[in-house]
C-alpha cells in the first residue's frame, strides 16, 4: 500500500510540475537576444522563431526580438550569462564561434557554453574550400602540389584557421591573402579573378547568396569541414579523413564542430529542466510544421534541425579536448 501511495504521489507530482511549466509562460514576454545587426541570416531566424513559438508554447507568450551585436556574438553571449534573466524568458541567437572562443580561453569570453540550456540548431552547415571554375586546381591534391590563393578575413575566422589548418596538417601551398572584410568581399575577389579560392564558405550561404554559381558549376569544391558528405558532393573529401595523425584528426573534428553550432538557439544557465524540455520540444514542432517549413523556404532559411541535446554533449566533448590540442587549434585560430 505504501509503495501504491508513493507511486502516485510521484505521478501527481509529475503531473502538477508539467501543469506549473506549462502556465508559466502565460502572460509573459520572453526574449530573443541575436548577437548580430538586423538584416542577416541571424535576425531573420530570430524572427522567424518570434513569429511561431507562441503557437507552440503553452501560455502563448509574447516574443520580442532584441540585437545584440559585436565581437561574433559574444557580447550577446556575455549578456546571455551574467545579465539576462535566467528562468526560461531571455534565449539567444549566436555564432557558434562563442563555444570556441570560451573553449581556448578568449579573455573576453566570460562565460562557460556548458552551463547554457542548448535548445536547438537551425541546420548543419556544409562549410567548404572551393576554387572558382576556370583554376586549374581540380581537386585538393592539387593544392599540395601548387601555391593557390585564398580570401580571408583574418585571425578568429575561419577563412583563415580553415586553409593554416589544411597548410600545416595536409601539406596544402594555400595562399593566404587576409584583411577583406566579410564573405562578400571575398567572393567578389574570386569573381574578379584577385584570389583563386574561398575556403570557409558555407554550402547554404552559397546557395542562398549565388544559386548560379552552384547550379552552373562555377566553383569547384576541395574540400568539406562538416560531419557527413553531402549528397550532392559525394566525390569531395571530409578534412577529417585528410588528417594523417590523431592529433590532426582531434583539430580536424574541432573545426568540423563549426559546422553544427553554426546556427544554434540556447537559453541561460539556471532554468528548471522541465522548462527547458518545454522550450526544447516548442522549437523542435516549428522546425517540422509544414507552415513554417513553407515560410522558411520562401525565405530561404535552410532547415536541418539539430536537437538540443546533441548540441550540449557536443560542446561538453570540445571541452574535453586534450590542452595540447587546444594549444594548436589557439594557434591555427589566431593566425601565428
Known amino acids: 500500500m505504501k509503495k501504491i501511495l508513493w507511486a502516485a504521489s510521484l505521478s501527481l507530482a509529475s503531473v502538477t510540475g508539467a501543469a506549473a511549466q506549462s502556465d508559466f509562460y502565460q502572460g509573459k514576454t520572453i526574449n530573443i537576444v541575436v548577437g548580430f545587426t538586423p538584416g542577416g541570416t541571424y535576425d531573420q531566424m530570430a524572427r522567424f522563431y518570434a513569429r511561431h513559438l507562441p503557437r507552440f508554447l503553452p501560455g502563448k507568450p509574447n516574443v520580442i526580438v532584441q540585437n545584440m551585436p559585436g565581437a561574433g556574438s559574444l557580447i550577446a553571449a556575455t549578456h546571455m550569462y551574467n545579465a539576462a534573466p535566467r528562468d526560461g524568458t531571455a534565449l539567444g541567437v549566436l555564432g557558434g564561434g562563442t563555444v570556441w572562443e570560451a573553449a581556448l580561453g578568449n579573455p573576453r569570453a566570460k562565460y562557460d557554453p556548458r552551463q547554457f540550456n542548448w535548445l536547438v540548431g537551425k541546420s548543419r552547415d556544409n562549410i567548404t574550400c572551393l576554387v572558382w571554375h576556370t583554376s586549374p586546381i581540380k581537386t585538393i591534391q592539387d593544392v599540395i602540389a601548387r601555391e593557390t590563393s585564398v580570401g580571408a578575413t583574418g585571425p578568429g575566422s575561419r577563412t583563415l584557421s580553415f586553409p593554416r589548418a589544411l597548410n600545416e596538417l595536409v601539406g596544402t601551398k594555400f595562399k593566404i591573402v587576409s584583411g577583406y572584410p566579410g564573405g562578400n568581399e571575398i567572393t567578389l575577389a574570386l569573381e574578379k579573378g584577385e584570389v583563386d579560392g574561398y575556403c570557409g564558405w558555407a554550402l547554404g550561404s552559397l546557395k542562398q547568396r549565388a544559386m548560379n554559381w552552384y547550379t552552373e558549376k562555377k566553383v569547384r569544391f576541395l574540400v568539406q569541414f562538416a560531419p557527413q558528405s553531402d549528397p550532392e558532393l559525394k566525390d569531395v573529401p571530409l578534412a577529417v579523413d585528410l588528417a594523417k595523425t590523431d592529433e590532426a584528426r582531434q583539430i580536424m573534428e574541432f573545426l568540423t564542430s563549426d559546422a553544427t553550432l553554426a546556427w544554434t538557439t540556447l537559453t541561460t544557465p539556471g532554468v528548471p529542466a522541465e522548462r527547458v524540455a518545454l522550450l526544447r520540444t516548442a522549437f523542435a514542432q516549428i522546425l517540422k510544421d509544414k507552415d513554417a517549413l513553407a515560410e522558411a523556404d520562401r525565405e530561404k532559411l535552410e532547415i536541418d534541425p539539430v536537437s538540443g541535446e546533441e548540441l550540449q554533449s557536443l ?18 585560430n589566431e593566425g601565428k
Request: aromatic share 6%.
Open 315 to 332: 560542446v561538453n566533448k570540445l571541452y574535453a579536448t586534450p590542452a595540447a590540442t587546444l594549444d594548436a587549434i589557439r594557434r591555427l
